[in-house]
């Protein structure tokens, strides 16, 4: 084997590596995000101070901004949203109207990755270590929406039968 034929594949993986480091950010989904505002659902600290001590993959700063709920209120996608929570089998793990079951309630106040708006989009969106799905394939920015404003409408239990998580 010559070496120029061993040599082939390092340069073929140095030329797409660059090429990947130069690529502009992805966007973040569109729907409801203020591009101008601040991190973790309304705080005070600007994201270029909140991140600066980050390493960017490539040097390139994620897009930032805060996820505001476009149907926060909107008693009508509540609804659909409630329809939607069954349709996906949510109410699978946390259980009928979210109070809790595998999953943990959704309408009992205590967030373990936040409770803003925002930061429900994203837990919906993305998913969550310890068994939270991701379901940004198969939801629309607004189906999810949705969801977040039934959960908003839900009105918490009269008894929290949790007191703390670990």
């Known amino acids: 084997m010559s070496t120029a034929t061993k040599l082939w594949p390092g340069l073929l993986l140095g030329t797409l590596v660059a ?3 130069n690529r502009p950010a992805p966007d973040p989904p569109s729907s409801g995000l203020n591009a101008g505002a601040t991190a973790g659902g309304g705080s005070a600290v600007p994201l270029s101070v909140r ?9 390139i700063a994620p ?9 926060a209120g909107d008693a009508r996608v509540a609804e659909q949203g409630g329809k939607a929570f069954t349709a996906m089998n949510c109410d699978g ?7 809790g079951w595998v999953g ?4 009992d106040g205590r967030w373990r990755y936040g409770g803003s708006d925002g930061e429900l989009f994203q837990s919906i969106y ?3 270590p310890r068994g939270m799905p991701a379901f940004g394939g198969a939801l629309s920015p607004d189906g999810i929406w949705g969801i977040v ?3 908003r409408s839900t009105p918490p239990p009269a ?3 949790t007191e703390a998580w670990k």
Request: aromatic share 14%.
């Open 19 to 21: 090429a990947a480091c």
């Open 51 to 59: 991140y600066q001590g980050w390493v960017n993959a490539g040097g």
């Open 63 to 71: 897009a930032g901004g805060e996820y505001k709920n476009p149907f």
């Open 93 to 99: 793990c946390h259980g009928v109207g979210a109070t």
């Open 104 to 107: 943990p309630s959704l309408v």
């Open 126 to 128: 993305y998913g969550r």
């Open 149 to 151: 404003t039934w959960i």
């Open 159 to 161: 008894d929290v039968p």
